[in-house]
């Protein structure tokens, strides 16, 4: 009897799980964006347009956003000299962009896109060493604009 609860309460709470823990993009529409031509120059602020940015794409609904505040009050904290930018689902797609999943984090140079994605791999998007800190460091280098669909993490899909 107890060993049918353990094993009950195991599947329901990996099913739980399942449910906001996966691919980013596992529709792959981002497969069929072309970084190059993206505009983003009403994502760059009066800041200068040469300098880094992070837009941070949120969805207060999804049961990651939590976890996404504690990481993007981190990144502020870790990179204060980068100018730092909220977003709404709604607000990012005004501006043309495509959201498969949020929370989902945003990093620009300039009007060129780096990073596009997870905040970092794996079942928590809470605190840690994910890509935007390993991009901001230039301990990643990037041939161009990466719209990060393939990674893992915990996230919440959103409908076209």
Known sequence: MLLGWLLLSGYLLWQDQHSVVGVFDPEQRWQQQDTEGLILTSLVTASGGNSMQLLHV???????????????????????EIPHYTLSIAEARQLG???????????????????AGPYSVGPICGSGDGWIERLLRGEVQLAGGWLNGESSSCRCLQSV
């Open 97 to 115: 962009l495509s959201i498969p999943a949020a929370p989902m984090a945003i990093l620009l140079n300039g009007e060129e896109l780096v990073y």
């Open 58 to 80: 949120i969805d207060p609904a999804c049961r990651c956003h939590r976890q996404q505040q504690q990481h993007q009050q981190a990144l502020q904290q870790s990179f204060a």
